[in-house]
């Protein structure tokens, strides 16, 4: 009697699903609903790259990362103020720039204070480079072979700076870049602009010549700021198949390249290293006003991020820079194509090709901001005052996040199976 019940039961079973195969009026479960936080003002499943955001806020005492419904899936939270970047290394550690205390010099972006922090939260390296007569600031990068290469404010007095062609009533703060060995905390190597100058106002003094002959050197006396923050670098990045470094010089409104494979006395000179030109810039872009080039076309009225594409991401080889656009309060996102042989000439037009480019007219911020490229070949773009745009390269926005009230540095993009991300243990 038992086998008998099981037996119809099959049957009814059978039966039922041969008559459910040809209804049409059959319901399939429906698609799980996807909760968004308030933040999130665009999702468009089709188009995102379904990934996380690492967001870092301006100055603040915290970073996150952000999934596309908009959630903290991570946070941090540190003891010092940022002063600015934060990366996310392949660790899971992270390496920042924060403020160190009581700083002499306090220009926008001052930092002083470098850290690489584990996965635990605890302060593994630190490293202060701040004085009176110098301050590390903005942003920094951990380089292939270890070593942490960041940017710096150096005095010049006014006991020198006349001698050497410059026309300013205050001490200036020119750029250098350093690398430093975190396991000795010893400066490696280092590039200052003021070994690269040219002036044309003081005929007596060093330095003298015509400007526009050599767009290799750097006029001292293009930006004479009232605070002798004159340059204001602030970004880098780093190419290591060419050993070249992109530094973001935002009152310059350009983006110089600079040889790293040069010796630290090469590097003050203008021979040596792989392109046999010292230290001198290899390339410039963005404004040829900065060295009176009557050729090439205008780009960046103040610029951001200098954001070098790698050979694992769409795009790679080009450079992506967020101009900020305070000529018409209308910001911009340029992929740039950088030459294959790097090299300037006088009164030509040097500007790169413009590979692709995205704005909105609800796109602006004149200060910070940022853009990265992710895996699927969208965008993700940090607007400081706002949030994250993320657009495809048709221009179609996949996604918006609106901070609600912080201002954001930059931001970076990881896909799910990146390493850093699986080191996290999510």
Request: charged share 20%; hydrophobic share 35%.
């Amino acid at each position: 009697m038992k086998n008998l019940n099981i037996l119809n039961l099959v049957i009814i079973l059978i039966l039922t699903f041969y008559s459910c195969k040809n209804d049409d009026d059959i319901s399939l479960p429906e698609e799980q609903e996807i909760e968004l936080t308030e933040n999130v003002e665009v999702y468009n499943a089709n188009l995102i790259d379904n990934g996380y955001t690492l967001a870092v806020e301006n100055g603040g005492i915290t970073a996150y990362l952000l999934d596309k419904n908009g959630n903290k899936v991570k946070e941090w939270n540190f003891e010092d103020n940022l002063g600015n970047d934060l990366q996310l290394l392949p660790s899971g550690k992270l390496l920042g720039m924060f403020k160190s205390d009581s700083p002499d010099l306090n220009f926008g972006g001052f930092g002083g204070l470098l850290k690489i922090i584990d996965t635990n939260g605890e302060v593994e390296w630190e490293y202060l480079h701040a004085s009176p007569n110098y301050i590390a600031h903005h942003d920094l990068e951990l380089l292939p072979n270890g070593n942490v290469l960041f940017i710096s404010w150096e005095r010049i007095n006014t006991f020198v700076a006349p001698f050497e062609g410059v026309v300013s009533n205050v001490d200036i703060f020119p750029e250098t870049l350093i690398e430093i060995n975190p396991n000795t905390n010893e400066i490696v190597w280092e590039w200052k602009s003021f070994d690269h100058i040219i002036q044309d106002q003081a005929p007596t003094a060093n330095n003298f010549g015509v400007v526009s002959d050599h767009p290799e050197l750097i006029d001292i006396n293009y930006n004479i700021a009232d605070n002798g923050d004159i340059m204001h670098a602030n970004g880098i990045d780093y190419d290591p198949v060419n050993d070249v470094i992109f530094l973001s010089v935002n009152y310059f409104h350009e983006i110089w390249v600079i040889d790293h494979s040069t010796t630290i006395e090469e590097a003050a000179s203008h021979s040596g290293g792989n392109y046999n030109k010292g230290g001198d810039l290899l390339y410039r872009f963005g404004n040829p006003d900065a060295y009176q080039n009557p050729a090439g076309t205008r780009l960046f009225y103040n610029n951001h991020f200098p954001n070098f594409l790698q050979n694992d991401e769409p795009g790679a080889g080009n450079v992506l820079v967020y101009g900020n656009g305070n000529n018409i309060n209308q910001s911009t996102v340029y992929e740039l194509e950088m030459p294959q042989n790097y090299n300037l000439i006088p009164n030509a037009d040097n500007e790169p090709n413009i590979v692709w480019s995205y704005t909105n007219e609800d796109l602006y911020f004149g200060r910070i901001s940022g853009a990265d490229r992710l895996a699927n070949g969208n965008t993700i773009i940090a607007e400081g005052d706002y949030g994250f745009w993320e657009v495809t390269t048709q221009g179609e926005i996949a996604w918006k996040y609106n901070g609600l009230g912080p201002n954001f540095w930059r931001c970076y993009g990881f896909s799910p199976d990146d390493i850093e991300i699986l080191d996290l243990n999510l």
